[in-house]
């Protein structure tokens, strides 16, 4: 594993930080960026999703600005409906009905600051598709609680990976944090060619 001191990891999602372990990358800090997640009139998905990971990374590097921050956003969507994080069974539970069956998409966006004052921003939209579920499914997985705080209202790193399909894209990215983007922007500053 490579410590880097001056990378900050401007998320509250253990996901997140998993996923930056599997490029052998140990953040210096992780930081909970406090903000408002709200989309915009109109807002398109994608745009969204770039949006929030950037205002997560600044809001840190505000008060960090001799550090690198990589901030990160997941959104899931069907259609032009965004289906943000929540914590309501009854929101959840109407997420998983509009998805089951169909294909929707996941965004992940990625954002570096770096203290030369670079903003960096990469995003990656995967496809998903749900089986068709029973509401004996939609009412297990919802008292599984698994969903809770997870964009689309599943993960698909625990049960609800079995009742996918299929998928195109990149795994990583719809878990929360696409790594070869990672990788990309990370590489322009550190040398991450330490792996033995």
Do not use: N
Not at 86 to 105: C, K, N, P, V
Not at 130 to 151: P, T
């Amino acid at each position: 594993m490579l410590k880097i001191d001056s990378l900050v990891l401007a998320s509250s999602s253990e996901y997140r930080l998993r996923l930056l372990k599997q490029l052998m990358i140990v953040p210096g800090e992780v930081i909970s960026p406090d903000l408002d997640e709200s989309v915009h009139k109109g807002e398109l998905p994608r745009l969204y999703a770039e949006r929030v990971a950037r205002e997560k990374a600044l809001k840190v590097f505000s008060s960090r600005p001799d550090k690198f921050v990589l901030g990160a956003d997941t959104v899931a969507y069907c259609g032009r409906r965004i289906m943000l994080k929540t914590d309501d069974e009854a929101q959840a539970t109407e997420y998983l009905e509009m998805i089951s069956g169909r294909r929707h998409r996941v965004c992940t966006a990625v954002c570096l600051c770096a203290p030369t004052g670079d903003v960096r921003v990469r995003s990656v939209v995967s496809v998903v598709k749900f089986k068709r579920l029973s509401k004996d499914e939609i009412d297990c997985y919802i008292r599984s609680g698994e969903w809770k705080g997870k964009a689309g209202g599943y993960s698909i790193q625990g049960w609800a990976g079995a009742l996918i399909s299929w998928m195109q894209g990149s795994h990583s990215s719809i878990v929360g944090l696409p790594l070869h983007e990672t990788y990309c922007l990370l590489s322009g500053y550190f040398k991450l060619t330490h792996i033995p």
